[in-house]
């Protein structure tokens, strides 16, 4: 199985910041990656997908980038509905693998 | 816009088998253009993939539950379904399922159900 490790596994920002989440992949996983956002009690919501391309009705302040291995999500500036848990996932192979998760909270 | 529900008991015992059903509207089991899946969250942890379905009836499951997990899917209700047997303590969780857009995001999770919790308590 490929092994997903998100840093860091919780966070805390003001409203305004920029925020970087990382994922690494245990073997290269060329841009087979996709990043999701979960609030409480609810279901995973789709961010980003194959990396970097947005999913429809998803806000331009989040983006993506990487290959390989090494991934990045960045929220631009923070905005108070994007305090929630994301998680980087990768479809290269099954079994698909989620990382264990970053949580975002509001400093 | 596709939409997922799912529906099953709430309680299963202690080695027992776990069944639940994925109901879809705006969109159809039985195109080629999707892969059905269900995936699972225990209370305050992260993701688990169980497995997967696609129109041919060509299944993959998670080798840490092969042996206990079969997927199916009924065209003619729209559904797909889990089966998880010999169930324990371990398995509850919210169990989620979801369905993947092959032909526009490729390999992500598109569309999720809102999730049902499935407790394993006798």
């Known amino acids: 199985d490929i092994q997903m490790t998100q840093s860091p596994s919780s966070l805390s920002a003001s409203v305004g910041d920029r925020v970087t989440i990382t994922c690494q992949a245990s073997q290269s996983i060329s841009s087979y990656l996709n990043w999701y956002q979960q609030k409480p009690g609810k279901a995973p919501k789709l961010l980003l997908y194959?990396?970097?391309s947005l999913q429809t009705g998803v806000p331009s302040r989040f983006s993506g980038s990487g290959s390989g291995t090494d991934f990045t999500l960045i929220i631009s500036s923070l905005q108070p509905e994007d305090f929630a848990t994301y998680y980087c996932?990768?479809?290269?192979?099954?079994?698909?693998?989620f990382g264990q998760g970053t949580k975002v909270e509001i400093k | 816009q596709v939409q997922l529900q799912e529906s099953g008991p709430g309680l299963v015992k202690p080695s027992q088998t776990l069944s639940l059903t994925c109901t879809v509207s705006?969109?159809?089991?039985?195109?080629?253009?999707?892969?059905w899946s269900w995936i699972r969250q225990p209370a305050g942890k992260g993701l688990e993939w169980i497995g997967r379905?696609?129109?041919?009836?060509?299944?993959n499951y998670n080798p840490s539950l092969k042996s206990r997990v079969t997927i199916s899917l009924d065209t003619s209700k729209n559904q797909f379904s889990l089966n998880l047997n010999s169930v324990t303590a371990a398995d509850t969780a919210i169990y989620y399922c979801?369905?993947?857009?092959?032909?526009?995001?490729?390999?992500?999770?598109?569309?999720w159900g809102p999730g049902t919790l499935v407790t394993v308590s006798s």
């Open positions: 979801a369905g993947m857009d092959i032909a526009t995001t490729g390999s992500a999770f598109d569309y």
């Open positions: 705006g969109g159809s089991t039985s195109s080629g253009s999707y892969y």
């Open positions: 996932q990768q479809s290269y192979s099954t079994p698909w693998t």
């Open positions: 194959v990396a970097s």
């Open positions: 379905i696609y129109i041919s009836g060509s299944t």
